[in-house]
């Protein structure tokens, strides 16, 4: 069986948000998505539905690695992260875009994330909502300490 890997970040990597999705636990690996990916985290993701802007990936070049993790799938779970995130396309990504902070750690399989389709940024009427904010910081911070030059 092909193993597949997803680079998740912000609300997926709380383990919480990611069982509503997937309904198991997974293994998962600390990790950087690296400039040569040629994507950049940013909050440029409208939701309607929380009348919110998110943090998403999009195309852009960028000097910054982008803290995140990733999460070991199946067929299924690459089923359910395709219907949770709308507005993103799935993309294959380069071994060669991800370093793994435990070095011993082996991924055996494709990678892929999530980019949003339509950038969009924050205004008065889609807002970042602080507890949002406070999430995907505590998750950040709790796995590696604070370098600015990490963040997207």
């Known amino acids: 069986m092909n193993n597949n890997y997803i680079f998740v970040y912000g609300s997926l990597m709380n383990p919480v948000s990611r069982f509503k999705t997937l309904n198991r636990d997974v293994s998962k690996y600390d ?21 919110m802007t998110a943090l ?3 195309r852009k070049k960028t000097e910054r690695k982008t803290i ?3 999460i070991k799938v199946n067929q299924l779970d690459i089923s ?3 219907i949770r995130e709308r507005g993103y396309s799935r993309i294959k990504l380069d071994r060669k875009c991800i370093e793994l902070v435990d070095k011993n750690n082996a991924i055996d399989g494709d ?8 950038p969009l940024f924050p205004n008065d009427d889609y807002k970042i909502r602080i507890g949002y904010v ?3 910081c505590q998750i950040s911070n709790s796995l590696f300490s604070y370098n600015r030059k990490v963040y997207g």
Do not use: E
């Open 56 to 58: 998403a990936l999009y």
């Open 68 to 70: 995140g993790k990733l």
């Open 111 to 118: 990678i892929f994330t999530y980019v949003v389709d339509d």
């Open 31 to 51: 990790c950087f998505l690296l400039p040569n990916s040629g994507f950049k985290l940013s909050w440029c993701y409208r939701s309607i539905r929380w009348k």
């Open 134 to 136: 406070r999430i995907c």
């Open 80 to 82: 359910n992260l395709d």
